[in-house]
């Protein structure tokens, strides 16, 4: 582990210690999807994606997806999803910290699902300040903010307040209003948020 990794996730993958994972696709996702909101695809970015499914979701939907997290297993889970043996890549999955990798080229959309509330809040400015690099001029980050009310974690409570100050204005554009908060199955709800990089 390095020091940017508060917590052993490959451990946890191993152990079966998963809490965080939906057995289907995020409703915050789906609602995107819906609405059309993914359109038009292009390159995304999927930071600290362990299992979920909406990389594979993205794919499908035409978005050219790159996966990064630190846990082989997942990774490796990813990877056989977005470019299985005989079959057409959709896109790839790298075992790299996000806190030393940088992409080629910027991407046009990034979709953070429980990534940053993993990270321990210390590390929230030069999370921060990576997406924004990562990002186009005009991309979109798709995050949902995890709210637990409580101290501590992982998760950490990504408080509305806390992420405004976090991804300012001067750089974010955030919407008028916000979603409803969604659900967590074993976690409290979280706050589903488009904002687009200016
Ligand atoms: C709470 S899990 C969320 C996984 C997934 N997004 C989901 O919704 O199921 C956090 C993920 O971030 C990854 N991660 C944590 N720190 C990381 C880092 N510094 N670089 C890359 N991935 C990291 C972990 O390996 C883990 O898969």
């Known amino acids: 582990m390095s020091t940017t990794q508060a917590i052993d996730w490959e451990s946890k993958y191993r152990a079966g210690s998963t809490g965080w994972e939906r057995p289907e696709l995020h409703p915050a996702f789906c609602a995107w999807h819906a609405a059309g909101t993914f359109a038009p695809p292009g390159r995304v970015l999927v930071p600290g994606a362990g299992r979920s499914h909406e990389p594979l979701a993205l794919a499908e939907t035409g978005w050219d997806v790159t996966v990064v997290d630190v846990a082989p297993s997942a990774v490796a889970v990813q990877q056989a999803r977005l470019a299985p043996e005989g079959g057409a890549p959709m896109g790839r999955a790298l075992l790299a910290d996000l806190f030393t990798w940088a992409p080629a080229a910027p991407f046009d959309a990034i979709y953070d699902q429980t990534c940053l509330c993993a990270l321990p809040p210390a590390l929230w400015p030069d999370y921060a300040a990576r997406l924004a690099s990562w990002l186009r001029p005009g991309g979109r980050l798709f995050a949902l903010f995890m709210q637990t009310g409580t101290p501590g974690g992982p998760p950490f409570d990504c408080d509305l307040?806390?992420?405004?100050?976090?991804?300012?204005?001067?750089?974010?554009?955030?919407p008028e209003a916000l979603p409803a908060p969604v659900p967590h199955p074993s976690l409290r709800a979280e706050q589903p948020a488009l904002l687009r990089r200016r």
């Open 161 to 174: 307040g806390v992420m405004r100050t976090l991804f300012p204005p001067e750089h974010w554009a955030w």
